[in-house]
């Protein structure tokens, strides 16, 4: 038996990993080996999600060799995905600009490389740069314990050009003899083993992104993703190809899956309990009565679980996640907002124009980002201004009795105004006090709010002392 199990095994693509410190090429270093122009597409030139894709170097055996590459995200808030991406890796490519040097997350990829216990190779890019010094590049390296062969060590290291393509031939060969030394292995009816390494929602439902290091993943087969249950609907290549089957070595878009599997879940033929990091908290899992005066309340939907996992790992103190979750932002989150008196961001996500114009009406701030370091620079500002919020501004015209009460006579100068807000009445930029709006007539009708240049009357409770020229301002 085990002699007939051998004779299944066969040579497969080795898995390599791509990590680095942000803006050192990563990503264009892989668009001129894969010929495409996914660097070009990306928001703010960072990759934000792990991506996976087989590319062939050409043999003079007349055979061509494959190689699968994973592309780490490069930001520092990603630096859990990275890991996970190692983990699964055979061998490493480390990126260092060699305009730049050794940074900060150069470092962390290195930890990352040793803890994964993976053989690895340095590229130094922007070789094409008028002034860069390869030694002394490789000099910095040194002093972070990497040695280079023919200086004493065993690493590789080759200086390519994403843009003139200076040593990418090199390097690519270089990998594949790497692969040949390590006598890598698949047998496609072995156990499945596998890892995702993304997932999200899209249309066609939760599909997941999952590179198989052994066994086989076929249409109609069930799988799980750790505990989560996938009866396999269809599959996909790297350049979004329908397929039937995923061999050791490979990548593909895997649908079918009950729930939004986890990044960096082991994917098998038989559920296990999660063994890695917890995911980000389920929805409604925090409790509102435990939230402090200095503390905001936020929802985030995100258009991935891996993005969502780092952004949340990423927020600041003081900002609390009450509710978080994959997929487009919708009505029940805006209620839920409205609620829980809680900001709402979408990062990546889609909002729909009837959702906006819901949020809008009750007026729940929602906002939408695209790249994580302008999300957290959100989220940082918003602390430093404090917990309250302008939700509108109008400036007193007039004031009238009305039923033995007093009413202002206001024109909206910004956002809204609605009943039932809290309000704060200025004079001359000077709190005079601070009341709740409890009627808002536009002519003679009662209405719910009023928005920019609209005139409206208002009755204030408390009755505040109000003149021609204050303004009001509802706050959150």
């Known amino acids: ?3 007939n199990k051998n004779q299944n095994n066969q040579t497969r693509p080795p898995i390599v990993v791509v990590l680095g ?18 660097a070009g597409a990306e928001a703010g030139g960072i ?28 930001h520092a808030a990603f630096t859990k995905m990275r890991s996970r991406g190692a983990k699964i890796a055979d061998i490493a490519v480390l990126v260092v600009a060699q305009d730049d040097g050794v940074a900060p997350q150069t470092k962390e990829a290195l930890q990352i490389i040793r803890d994964a216990k993976i053989p690895f190779l340095v590229a130094g890019t922007k070789a094409d740069v008028v002034g860069v010094n390869v030694e002394a590049l490789k000099g910095q390296l040194e002093k972070e314990q990497v040695f280079f062969e023919g200086r004493g060590g065993d690493v590789p290291f080759f200086s390519v050009s994403a843009k003139i393509g200076t040593g990418i031939k090199e390097l690519l060969e270089m990998i594949i003899l790497m692969s040949e030394v390590a006598d890598l292995k698949g047998d496609p009816a072995a156990d499945l083993e596998g890892v995702v390494i993304e997932s999200n929602k899209e249309k066609m439902g939760q599909v997941a992104s999952v590179v198989v290091r052994n066994g086989s993943i076929k249409v109609g087969q069930t799988i799980f993703a750790e505990e989560v ?9 790297d350049k979004g190809k329908t397929i039937r089957e995923v061999l050791p070595g490979y990548p593909a878009k895997v649908i079918g899956f009950s729930l939004v599997p986890p990044v960096g879940a082991r994917v098998g033929e038989n559920p296990e309990a999660s063994s890695g990091s917890a995911p980000p908290k389920a929805r409604g899992t925090f409790d509102l009565r435990r939230l402090r005066e200095d503390e905001i309340p936020i929802i985030i939907k995100a258009s991935n679980a891996g993005a969502l996992e780092a952004i949340i790992a990423s927020i600041p103190p003081k900002i609390i996640v009450v509710d978080n979750g994959v997929g487009e932002i919708n009505s029940s989150d805006v209620i839920a907002a409205k609620t829980g008196n809680a900001y709402i961001f979408s990062f990546e996500s889609k909002i729909g124009s009837d959702v906006t114009k819901l949020a809008e009406a009750e007026n729940v701030r929602l906002e939408r980002f695209e790249i994580i370091y302008e999300f957290i620079q959100r989220l940082e500002e918003i602390l430093k201004k404090g917990k309250i919020q302008e939700i509108g501004r109008a400036n007193i015209l007039a004031s009238f009795p009305f039923n033995n009460k007093k009413v202002a006579g206001a024109k909206v100068v910004s956002g809204r105004i609605t009943k039932g807000d809290t309000v704060v009445l ?31 009357g208002a009755i204030l409770e408390p009755q505040l002392d109000f003149g021609v020229g204050d303004v009001i301002v509802s706050i959150r």
């Open 47 to 74: 990759t934000q999600a792990i991506g996976a894709s087989v590319i062939e170097v050409p043999s003079t055996g007349g055979i061509n060799k494959k190689i699968t590459f994973i592309d780490t995200p490069g």
């Open 1 to 3: 038996m085990e002699e």
């Open 229 to 237: 249950l996938c009866k396999v609907r269809g599959l996909f290549d």
């Open 426 to 456: 200025l004079r001359n930029e000077k709190t005079i006090g601070k009341a709740k709006i409890v009627s808002i007539r536009k002519q003679k009708n009662e209405v719910a709010s009023v928005g920019p240049s609209e005139e409206f």
């Open 21 to 38: 410190h942000v803006d050192h090429g990563k990503t264009t270093l892989l668009d001129a080996i894969r010929k495409t122009n996914v």
